[in-house]
């Protein structure tokens, strides 16, 4: 069964620096997500993706944060500036339009 | 978003039915009734979903009731893999957003 891989696994950063999450999709998906879980916490809504621009955005995705779609296969999110509360469970998700959404296992981001 | 309410927590013997309630009592009528679970260390994972009538797949049922304020997801036989947190989340039809918005769900304890 075709699944969402998410790389790396475990990512550490130190504060300040600009991390890259990378996803690939299940190839016939079009709409594509990034939720985040912070440790003890719920899954949170960070932004979601259709037609090679942002569909909807939460509050917490701030101009720190930005998405792309750079080859036809990998849908990324990037945080410019990490701090200390970026520390979370980062997940990416894909779906077809009206369809359940299907996640990865998620990247570890840890910052220092 | 239309609020869902969920125990906390539950527990089940191994090999017995699972009941889990869902009180979603401001449903709108094209708000589906979405169940999906994260297991220990993983993304979420899609269940089950329903509009009005009972379904049945691989891994569930979802009973809904008549008049859609309130659903049970139902596991058949629980197994130890069945240990997870189950979300129950309402989901518009058609509009503009495909997102999930996760509550706290959950804690399925399943013992040997």
């Known amino acids: 069964e075709p699944e969402v891989t998410q790389t790396p696994s475990h990512q550490v950063t130190q504060m300040g620096q600009e991390v890259i999450l990378r996803c690939v999709p299940i190839?016939?998906?079009?709409?594509f997500y990034w939720y985040r879980q912070i440790l003890g916490q719920k899954v949170e809504f960070l932004v979601s993706?259709?037609?090679?621009?942002?569909?909807?955005k939460s509050e917490i995705f701030d101009d720190q944060f930005s998405v792309e779609r750079p080859d036809g296969s990998n849908f990324t999110l990037k945080i410019r500036s990490t701090k200390l509360e970026d520390s979370a469970m980062y997940f990416c998700?894909?779906?077809?339009?009206?369809?359940?959404?299907?996640f990865g296992n998620g990247t570890r981001l840890t910052v220092t | 978003d239309a609020k869902t309410t969920q125990p906390n927590s539950m527990e089940s013997n191994e090999e017995e039915p699972v009941h889990l309630p869902c009180n979603h009592s401001?449903?709108?009528?094209?708000?589906?009734i979405h169940w999906y679970r994260q297991l220990p260390s993983q993304g979420p994972e899609y269940v089950i979903h329903?509009?009005?009538s009972n379904v049945n797949n691989r891994m569930a049922s979802l009973a809904i009731a008549e008049d859609r304020k309130s659903s049970t997801l139902i596991l058949h036989r629980a197994t130890l893999r069945d240990a997870a947190v189950y979300y129950c989340?309402?989901?518009?039809?058609?509009?503009?957003?495909?997102?999930?918005?996760f509550g706290t769900g959950t804690l399925l304890a399943v013992q040997p």
């Open positions: 993706f259709y037609n090679n621009e942002i569909s909807e």
């Open positions: 989340i309402l989901r518009p039809d058609g509009g503009a957003t495909n997102k999930l918005i």
């Open positions: 998700a894909s779906s077809e339009q009206v369809r359940p959404l299907h």
């Open positions: 190839s016939n998906h079009l709409y």
């Open positions: 329903g509009l009005t």
């Open positions: 401001t449903i709108s009528g094209t708000d589906y």
